[in-house]
């Protein structure tokens, strides 16, 4: 079965991804800052039993321990959106169970003790929650979460508090970018009780045209009316990147830009990271305007992860210069890109 950046989904020419991640506690251990090593081994073992019953069989978790697993091993998990970037950072006690769709991650000793995470392509908020609810539940009858009545799931970080969700769409908005009306947007979303991020999350770049919007309020609020606000808005983003687009469909410098994009990766021999992000966001661009064919939703998806840097290495099962990695990622790039034409 293919994972999740292998496919596309609902208002796939504008989203990526939707991402669900609950953030939970076991009641008996003291939040992560305060564990000893020896503890955060405890809460992993634990996990690892209640991971391996039966209940979730059908999503076959495979463990990676941070302090076994290479850097690439690790690093891939952030390029497929698996693991936050704030995971493979100082403490090596850690652990991520991994779901054999790579659609499911639950990380171990993170911020909380546990991040459990539920990616799905395209926009569906509704079944993504499901889905991380359903596993959720089931942890807790085994691990017994931390919570309070009044408080809700109690967190780490008191801006965690109450829902303890961060519900997330991965969105590619260059014709909003181009028509400088993302800061417009990033700041009016605050006022909505959302935030607009870059790539891989908080502090990240929006690298080809790429931006997460999640919810920030966990606290007073139900996990259905932060789904419904989120999806609405989403939707009403959607709305306004088409339209930006339809007046860029018009723009010869645009139409020009999506052409240059398209020989350069079908013919380059070196091709680093930066470049083919920008790059790809131009063939994106211009398949949902109808300037290229010959190439879909999916296979984007699938050419952005798997040419990212760690995602290179890790599939070359060695060590890469940035030189090679350029090189391997322009080879691969040549080929998936043979079948796609200019109108």
């Known amino acids: 079965m293919n994972k999740w950046y292998e496919k596309s989904g609902n208002y796939s020419d504008v989203v990526i991804s939707t991402r669900i991640r609950l953030a939970r506690n076991i009641s ?12 955060k081994k405890e ?3 634990e996990i690892d039993r209640a991971l ?3 209940e979730f069989e059908e999503y076959n978790f495979s463990c990676i321990n941070v302090w076994e697993a290479s850097l690439a091993e690790i690093k891939s998990l952030i390029e497929c959106h698996l693991v936050s970037p704030e995971f ?3 403490d090596k006690n850690k652990a991520a169970f991994i779901s054999q769709n790579c659609d499911i991650s639950v990380m171990v000793n993170e911020e909380d003790h546990i991040r459990l995470q539920v990616m799905k392509e395209g926009l569906d908020l509704n079944e993504t929650y499901n889905l991380a609810d359903k596993i959720d539940r089931k942890l807790d009858e085994s691990l017994m979460f931390a919570f309070n009545e009044q408080l809700g799931y109690l967190t780490q970080c008191p801006t965690n508090l109450g829902t303890g969700m961060r519900a997330s769409v991965m969105l590619h908005l260059p014709a909003l970018r181009r028509c400088e009306m993302i800061e417009k947007i990033s700041s009016s979303l605050i006022k909505l009780g959302l935030t607009m991020r870059g790539l ?8 080809g045209d790429i931006y997460q919007i999640s919810n920030q309020v966990t606290l007073g609020i139900s996990e259905k009316t932060a ?10 983003i959607i709305s306004q990147e088409r339209k930006c687009r ?3 469909a018009k723009n010869i410098q645009t139409i020009d830009a999506i052409c240059r994009s398209v020989g350069i990766l079908k013919t380059a ?11 790809i966001s131009n063939v994106r661009l211009g398949l949902s305007i109808g300037i290229i064919k010959g190439i879909s939703y999916d296979k984007i998806n699938e050419i952005t992860i798997n040419t990212q840097p760690f995602m290179l290495m890790k599939a070359s099962n060695s060590e890469l210069s940035a030189m090679e990695r350029d090189q391997k990622r322009a080879s691969l790039i040549n080929e998936k890109m043979s079948t796609v034409e200019i109108l």
Do not use: W
Request: net charge positive.
């Open 200 to 207: 891989y999350g908080e502090g990240s770049e929006p690298k």
């Open 28 to 39: 008996k251990y003291p939040f992560p800052c305060r564990l000893t090593s020896k503890m």
């Open 52 to 54: 391996s019953k039966p």
């Open 43 to 45: 809460v992993i073992n």
């Open 88 to 90: 493979v950072k100082a």
């Open 227 to 236: 789904l419904k606000n989120l999806n609405d808005i989403t939707i009403q």
């Open 269 to 279: 021999k070196i091709l680093n990271s930066e470049d083919f992000m920008r790059l």
């Open 246 to 248: 339809k007046e860029l």
